[in-house]
């Protein structure tokens, strides 16, 4: 395999842009950091956590390089099965945001479907947030709220993740209605 570059980021905007480019065509970088000594500005490290996740990317080793920086590798993720606590609330919030793109929500979405990552936590379920929009038209389509409320916490943010990870408004209503339809026949959303 290839060597992996040393690159170095000033801001998030400038990795977020490198990543709209490359997310797709690298295997993985070394990011360079600057320790706070050196006063060199670069990017922060959870700015860098965030634009990764936003593209399906995930950190992992660190090497020093010298007395001023040290290493940080990012690669598309590849194991499915480790998802930390941490980063499941960061996704959940680059969500919410708006900021997740195709890329990364593809992943996670792949994820969700095969049952090969566990979205469950004790800090998830206690967060866990369904938008006013859903409950509401799923009450004025009963038996949909019956048979959501019902749900294992699990399909539940199945449900809530597909549905408000689209970008489009005209998305989100189609997998709302969607949605309305597989919950009237007791359905969970991996049945569909």
Known sequence: MKELEHIYFINRVSFRDWLEKNHNKSFGIWMVFYKKHSDKECIKYN???????????????????????????????????????????????????GKMTKAGLQ???????????????KELKKEFHIPDFIL??????????????????????HYILWITSAKKEETILNRLKESIELLKENRKLGLK
């Open 47 to 97: 700015e860098a956590l965030e634009e990764a996740l936003c593209f399906g990317w995930i950190d992992s080793i660190i090497k020093k390089v010298d007395n001023d920086r040290y290493v940080r590798k990012f690669t598309p993720r590849i194991n499915v099965s480790k998802w930390s606590d941490l980063n499941k609330r960061i996704v959940l919030s680059l969500i919410e945001e």
């Open 107 to 121: 992943k996670i979405d792949i994820y969700l479907k095969t049952g090969r990552v566990d979205w469950e936590s």
């Open 136 to 157: 509401k038209t799923f009450a004025e389509n009963e038996p949909a709220l019956t048979n959501f409320n019902n749900l294992a916490g699990t399909h539940k943010r």
